[in-house]
């Protein structure tokens, strides 16, 4: 078995579980990844070390020879670095941006995270977008955000990895006076003609902006083009009353005055939210944050798609890709 110059723990912890499980279901329910991504980590490891680890049949999965004597070395490194990591991990929180104070998502997985590490510190941080959070994720000032993974510059997603964690159905905040206010819902085609904010010119989210660019291309819908950012909720609402514009939001955008939230139909649009973290990342807290993100999925249903749903090629393909 050649000795590779370096070893991914990450590729060790899938091989490990694997060999617990013998099932790859099961094993990458343990490890909160798709079964697709955890073959290909054991594969990998498979190539590094130029050894079959692992002898695959249709019906079961055993350790071959060499995978037998793997497997106590790799629990002695992951043994290792779990003592590593407990040491160090008191002496720094972790820190998961959640965009802005009014967002849902990010939050409850925050609080479902401490929930589950009670002994850990889980600090929020407000980043306002993924693309501003990016960067400080990969210095290492950050360690976790939440949002479109795929509208990122794929320079920036190739140094981090997500977990899809949620569809939000997306929503306009109209003036409460507008022509639209009075409807329950607002269909797509109603919308043709208005011109809807959607942060162009924000240079922390650029995902939310060409979101709203591909959904509304093709429906007589413009993208209200680049105005100073509004920070606070008086200058918001001060803005919204001087331009009348909608703003495209999602379902769970907290009400302000003298406005309405009012869901998309027909079709219902989706934006795909990622739990998102730089490759490597190694802290003892952030396995409850993956755990929370995949128990609320589950249970909340938040990975269900509605029928008549929208949402770009592009997420599907690099969603499918990642995770």
Known sequence: MPTPAHLDPRLLRAFVTVAEELHF?????????????????????ERELGAELLVRTTRQVALSADGERLLPHARRVLAA?????????????????LNSPGLVTGRRVLHRARELAPDCELMARYESGLTGAAAELLAGRLD??????????????AGLEHQLVRYEPMALVL???????????????????ETVYAGAGNPRTPEWTDLAHRLFDGRGIEVAPPAPLAVGVEE?????????????????????????VRPLVDPVPLSPVSLVWRSGLAHPAFDAVRRAAAELAVEQGWLRRPERAWIPAIDDSVNSVHH
């Open 144 to 157: 976790a955000s939440f949002g479109r993974f795929a509208g990122l510059d794929p320079a920036l997603r």
């Open 25 to 45: 279901t099961r094993a990458a329910a343990r490890l909160y990844v798709a079964q697709q991504a955890l073959s290909r980590d054991v594969r990998r490891l």
């Open 175 to 193: 003036p409460e006076d507008h022509r639209l206010a009075s409807l329950e819902a607002v269909p797509l085609d109603a919308l043709a003609g």
């Open 236 to 260: 918001f609402e001060r803005l919204m009353a001087k331009t009348g514009n909608p703003v495209l939001a999602v379902t769970d955008f907290p009400a302000l005055p003298r406005t309405v």
């Open 81 to 97: 670095q779990d003592d590593l990591l407990a040491a160090f991990g008191q002496a720094r929180p972790l820190l998961v941006d």
